[in-house]
């Protein structure tokens, strides 16, 4: 696709429920990114992937979040029994290269998480 | 662990004034240093970024940015703001060899007719 596509747009989960959340990279792209963004803050880290593998997941708040990335490509944020604190938008982002820290970005729009 | 702070919350500027946005990072040695805007319900686009070399980068939009090493900072600038720069604005570092990069806390420019 032309850039990177993330789904849903919204969601609204009820407090406990589980949520999937989908990031579809730019064709190609070797890493990809999952950031948090609460209300008012700067995006922050949660995990990287390289190709299908999770080399950093230092960013996960806890045990609840899970992302998986099983054929190099697509990838799923899951987070389990959410809570209020969790509502926040979800940037994915992917990169072509592996290494090149220096290399641009490219994010999707988010997904907007409303826990009630 | 690295930082970067936005000291402005909201600026406000109007249309046709000069605009300097200030970022201050928080790391020992020179990290990679990026400016992003994000419009409502867009995602972050890439203005500009700095690695090394000339200390003045040029990027997209009109906008530049200026590292000062001895100061900690890579404010960002545009001399001319138009209407459609308005928008969020963040900046962020990445330790050369690490992946992730860490983000400030973002400055929303108001622009006045």
């Known amino acids: 696709g032309a850039g990177v596509s993330q789904s849903p747009r919204y969601k609204v989960a009820k407090r406990g429920q589980d949520v999937a959340l989908r990031c579809d990279p730019i064709?190609?792209?070797?890493?990809l990114f999952w950031y948090q963004q609460a209300l008012g803050q700067g995006p922050e880290f949660l995990t990287y992937f390289q190709n299908e593998a999770q080399l950093d997941k230092s960013g996960l708040p806890s045990d609840r979040f899970f992302a998986e990335r099983p054929e190099g490509s697509v990838s799923t944020l899951k987070i389990q029994r959410t809570q209020q604190e969790d509502s926040a938008v979800y940037l994915c982002a992917s990169r072509y290269s592996q290494g090149a820290t220096n290399e641009k970005l490219f994010f999707g729009s988010g997904t907007q998480l409303s826990v009630l | 662990a690295q930082s970067v702070t936005q000291p402005d919350i909201h600026i406000t500027v109007s249309e046709g004034a000069s605009l300097e946005l200030r970022c201050n990072y928080s790391?020992?040695?020179?990290?990679?240093l990026f400016w992003y805007v994000q419009s409502p319900g867009q995602g972050l686009q890439l203005l500009l970024k700095?690695?090394?070399?000339?200390?003045l980068v040029q990027g997209i939009k009109g906008f530049e940015a200026e590292f000062k090493r001895s100061q900690s900072s890579f404010n960002l600038r545009k001399p001319s703001v138009h209407w459609s720069d308005a928008a969020e604005y963040f900046c962020a570092v990445a330790i050369p060899g690490f992946q992730k990069l860490v983000f400030g806390t973002g400055t929303r420019l108001l622009v006045s007719p």
């Open positions: 790391y020992g040695a020179t990290p990679y």
């Open positions: 064709s190609g792209h070797v890493s």
């Open positions: 700095y690695f090394s070399g000339d200390t």
